[in-house]
């Protein structure tokens, strides 16, 4: 009886939640409604005796994954969708009665096999720490090593990916400071080679702007 | 004790929100929840039948997709700064050709 409640209680809440995540437009809601689903997921997985698992959930997903997430919506400044015109009306049409067919096969399906009856509790300790580490390092080992690889990989791209290329030299392709600019017109840089370095420190003391160099650029 | 086809179903309709997020969003980063919440919906699959057989095989394999949400996320969220660093926006329908 209680169990059915919390199962109640919680699927409603990441059903919700899910819905939220899916219909906000701004990505921040979103980001909050996901921490929300994978709470109640958590909850989930204490009544399905897995605390260990629940633990992780929660330090993991709504801990670490959200937070990274939360940092880049913050740092990009991301603006909400704008709202456009819908195509294709007949479409939806179709794609709701066919998702309604898709949910009526599966719960027939769900229903129908032998998974609708109730096969006894749980034993207490399979989802226990202890019984997870013993797995995790027995006969899971291989897995559990090539995830360490995996991650290792994952740091490497993530490095690559996000690091700022403006200041390094261009050893290949061109670097982002000599593009052309969105307007079209070439960015001038005062120092891309020594003539027009030196015709733009001339302009530079001329028009006031930065202190007469010491003799040095009149000596080439 | 709850029947397993209620923990199934629920994991279908959770999966199939994520589906459906991923199609019709055209911001990156919440293309990029949607798809958190696919391998979720997974999860909860793999801890019902782990906790309903006695088997703690289905927690393991929870253990290692999270591992790998998390690389994911690493990776996912630096090609979306890198995205936005080129083009100044995260609309997708705006970045549907592979050069600048």
Redesign the interface.
């Known amino acids: 009886m209680w ?2 409640l919390l ?1 109640v209680l919680f ?1 409603a809440l ?2 919700g939640c ?2 939220a ?2 219909a906000q437009r701004n ?1 921040l809601y ?2 909050i409604s ?1 921490i929300g ?2 709470v109640a ?1 958590a909850a ?2 204490l ?4 605390p ?2 629940a633990a ?2 929660v330090i ?2 709504a801990g ?2 959200m937070v ?2 939360v940092f ?2 913050m ?2 400044n ?1 603006e909400e ?1 704008v709202r456009r015109p819908v195509r294709l009306h007949r479409m939806i049409v179709a794609g709701v009665l066919l ?1 309604a067919a ?2 009526a096969e ?2 027939f399906m ?2 129908a ?1 032998g ?9 207490t300790d ?2 226990s720490t202890a ?2 580490g013993t ?2 390092f027995t006969e ?1 080992l291989l ?2 090593e090539v ?1 360490s690889v ?2 290792l ?3 490497v ?6 690091r700022q290329t403006r200041g390094l030299p261009a050893t290949g392709g061109a670097p982002a400071g000599a593009a052309p600019a969105a307007g079209g017109a070439d960015i001038i840089q005062p120092g891309f080679t020594a003539e027009t370095g030196r015709a733009f420190a001339r302009y530079q003391v001329e028009a006031g702007e930065a202190a007469a160099p010491a003799g040095e650029e009149e000596g080439h | 004790m709850v029947p397993l086809s209620f923990y199934l179903a629920l994991s279908a309709v959770l999966f199939t929100i994520g589906v459906v997020g991923v199609i019709i969003k055209r911001n990156a980063i919440q293309m990029f929840m949607c798809i958190e919440l696919m391998l979720n919906a997974v999860n909860l699959t793999f801890v019902a039948f782990s906790s309903y057989f006695n088997d703690v095989t289905g927690q393991l394999f929870v253990f290692i997709v999270m591992t790998v949400a998390a690389a994911e996320a690493a990776v996912g969220l630096g090609i979306i700064i890198a995205i936005f660093r080129n083009r100044e926006s995260l609309d997708v329908d705006e970045a549907s050709v592979l050069r600048l």
């Open positions: 169990s059915i199962f699927g990441a059903l899910a819905v995540v899916v990505p979103s980001a996901l689903v994978f997921l989930l997985y009544t399905l005796a897995a260990f698992i992780v959930q993991v997903y670490a994954i990274l997430v880049v919506i740092l990009l991301v969708e998702g898709l949910v599966t719960f769900l229903t096999s998974t609708g009856r109730v096969m006894g509790p749980p034993a399979v989802g019984s997870v797995g995790l899971y897995p559990f995830t995996l991650i990989m994952a740091l791209g993530a490095i690559t990916l996000a």
